[in-house]
């Protein structure tokens, strides 16, 4: 994660301080014959996209279009400019060096004056047609594979319908125009103001006294019940027994992946089999080895938060995943509400790569808001939002830090009260002390209050699907189901397997678990551990 926050800060600075004007000329008969046409290069070309004049050289220097001409950016020295990722990266992880511009792809003819298809088909960008339902189907039917190069939200052929209440109803669909709207109509003053909190990665002795800081049994919710959090598990380095211990305390476990690979284009640009390996794959060994029979593991978090598009949501209706929790929303004045994906996203597709689904899906989004990162919203100018509270570069103190827990929660609670979404990796909470220390003051400052609730992303799906006023709230079955802890730890002394994988050559790797060991560490072809299964 620091390294991303680093290139991400080399980029900025080289962008702010090294852009300048490249004077170029017209090209005509009269003029050196080597000088470049402005107009011919740009045309057609996105403005934020940056692409090299030459191939020669270092790899550092780009140029994207503007209105008074070409600006170039140069990368600082050791590092190359990626091409397909759009941003200096350490030369030796970048390949694109002999590419001058990112691939441009043939469009499809959608929009027409007068169809040039017969009814039920669409125009290739080479004017062949064919039918309407073969477009973004994940396979090229165009000669040209036009077909697949115009499928997001908003130009899928086939994409989901807009919003219609008459036809979504609660328990099993909610969606709104833009978003905002209440479930049940309820009058804000009436509703919960709910908050999540949420862990990314593995769950082991780095984090596990953090966790039990945080949800030490005594914050009670106004309801009477402890408070609690949702973790999304990835697999290497997880300490299985520890798992098994917050799902007894009540805490949700989702998945965050068997790999987490590191190359974001793996899941941005994965397949069905990929994702059902990696996110059903992950699935099976938490509750393998942690022993969690309840079929309660419904969540899923791209790694990255990148999103795998209609294929991602595919698997996971076929899975029977209930919700998944890696889209982001652009910081707005309102914030938004979760939704189902029957119909269309009341958003802009906003984060890493644009990647999210366009057609209709049985899941529900728990969308994540961008927290408001300014010191004072009411006076300084405005900046980009975070998704991950540990993506707020800005934040360098605790009193910061609790600055930006208030101003979110009162622009949640003082607008329509959508859930405030708290989303970090233990280690940076870890980082500072006084971080850790910020967190647990706003949790109890907000448990003074009888209109918070520190809840599961499940928890918030079942208050959706039955909007329940404030007043009613104690006895809300769906929230009183975990209220109580029950029993002791499953184990004292789990086993401390030492495992191999013929996957990952070289490796032994511990698998904590308090369940008997496997043969050999579980891994992506062989998630059981059991061995591998020969075709």
Not at 49 to 78: A, M, W
Not at 166 to 183: E, M
Not at 282 to 305: C, H, K, Q
Request: proline fraction near 6%; hydrophobic fraction near 30%.
């Amino acid at each position: 994660m620091a390294r991303v926050i680093v290139l991400f800060g080399l980029l900025c600075l080289v962008v702010v301080t090294i852009a300048a004007e490249v004077r170029v000329k017209r090209q005509d008969d009269d003029q050196d014959p080597d000088s470049i046409n402005v107009e011919e290069l740009c045309k057609d070309r996105p403005g934020d996209e940056y692409f090299r004049l030459s191939t020669e050289g270092d790899c550092r220097e780009v140029v994207r279009c503007t209105r008074s001409g070409l600006k170039q950016i140069t990368c600082p020295s050791g590092l190359a400019f990626d091409i397909e990722k759009q941003t200096c990266d350490w030369k030796a992880k970048v390949t694109t060096c002999d590419k001058k511009e990112k691939p441009r792809k043939v469009l499809p003819i959608l929009k027409t004056d007068e169809p040039i298809c017969p009814e039920g088909k669409l125009s290739c960008g080479n004017g062949e047609c064919i039918d309407k339902e073969l477009f973004c189907n994940g396979k090229p039917d165009c000669k040209d594979e036009s077909d697949e190069n115009a499928c997001t939200v908003e130009l899928d052929p086939n994409r989901a319908p807009d919003c219609d209440t008459n036809q979504c109803v609660l328990p099993d669909c909610f969606c709104s125009a833009d978003g905002t709207r209440i479930p049940g109509n309820i009058e804000p003053q009436q509703v919960p103001q709910m908050i999540t909190i949420t862990f990314n990665g593995a769950v082991n002795v780095d984090n596990i006294d953090l966790y039990e800081d945080i949800f030490n049994g005594q914050r009670q919710n106004p309801n009477g019940c402890q408070i609690r959090g949702t973790y999304f598990v990835s697999h290497k380095y997880t300490n299985y027994s520890a798992v098994q211990d917050l799902h007894r305390k009540g805490h949700e476990i989702s998945v965050f992946s068997l790999t987490h690979k590191d190359d974001p284009n793996y899941w941005t640009q994965g397949t069905y089999d990929d994702w059902l390996a990696e996110m059903a794959g992950a699935r099976l060994i938490v509750e393998r080895f942690a022993n969690i029979t309840d079929g309660s593991i419904i969540g899923v978090r791209a790694p990255y938060l990148r999103v795998g598009g209609n294929k991602q949501f595919e698997m996971m209706a076929d899975q029977f995943f209930v919700y998944d929790a890696s889209i982001t929303a652009s910081l707005g004045r309102v914030p938004i509400w979760p939704y189902t994906l029957y119909f269309r996203m009341p958003h802009k597709c906003n984060g890493n790569a644009h990647n999210c689904p366009s057609r209709s899906h049985p899941v529900w989004e728990m969308v994540m808001n961008e927290l408001d990162r300014r010191d004072d919203p009411t006076f300084d100018e405005s900046l980009p939002g975070c998704h991950m509270v540990d993506s707020c570069s800005n934040i360098q103190s605790g009193e910061q830090f609790g600055r930006l827990l208030r101003h979110n929660f009162n622009r949640h609670y003082n607008t329509n009260r959508a859930p405030l979404g708290l989303h970090f990796h233990a280690s940076w909470l870890k980082s500072k002390k006084e971080y850790r220390e910020e967190l647990i003051k706003f949790i109890e400052e907000m448990l003074g209050r009888n209109d918070v609730f520190f809840v599961t992303m499940l928890q918030v799906i079942q208050w959706m699907q039955n909007p329940t006023e404030l007043n009613a709230l104690r006895d809300f079955q769906e929230w009183k189901e975990k209220c109580d802890v029950k029993g002791q730890p499953y184990c004292s002394l789990p086993n401390a397997c030492p495992l191999t994988t013929r996957e990952l050559p070289g490796e032994t790797l511990r698998l904590f678990t308090c369940m008997e060991c496997p043969n050999n560490y579980p891994w992506i072809l062989d998630p059981t551990g059991d061995g591998f299964s020969t075709k």
